[in-house]
């Protein structure tokens, strides 16, 4: 059973820094997607960033892109989130996901993190 545990997250005043680390378990081998979605409440989903651990090529959403670095540590089964520049906007709660293939929607993930709240202040 693979389980994913996230820390970081927190409050910030636009312009600021964060970041988001999410471990997995379960996995025997690095072969194996992990990214991030966020929500705000009523909203829908939003698939942030992912990276797929055998060919370490990053995806990110538009809006974060150049803003926001998705990194791995495959030791460590422990994938990043660095985000830099942050905007009110980014105030969500940020799941941490996990699946053997990258999608692109959240149904395709079936593996989810509790979820870290990141505020971003104007």
Do not use: H
């Not at 970081?8 to 990214?35: E, H, I, K, Q, W």
């Amino acid at each position: 059973q693979v389980q994913l545990r996230e820390s970081g997250g927190g409050s910030v005043a636009a312009g600021g820094s964060l970041r988001l680390a999410c471990t997995a378990s379960g996995y025997t081998d690095s072969n194996y997607c992990m990214g991030w979605f966020r929500q705000e409440p009523g909203k829908e989903r939003e698939g942030v960033a992912r990276v797929y651990g055998f060919t370490n090529i990053p995806w990110y959403a538009d809006s974060v892109r150049g803003r926001f670095t998705i990194s791995q540590d495959n030791a460590k089964n422990t994938v990043y989130l660095q985000m830099s520049d942050l905007k009110p906007e980014d105030t969500a709660m940020y799941y941490c996901v996990s699946a053997r293939l990258c999608g692109w929607r959240d149904s395709d993930f079936p593996y989810w993190g509790q979820g870290t709240q990141v505020t971003v202040s104007s």
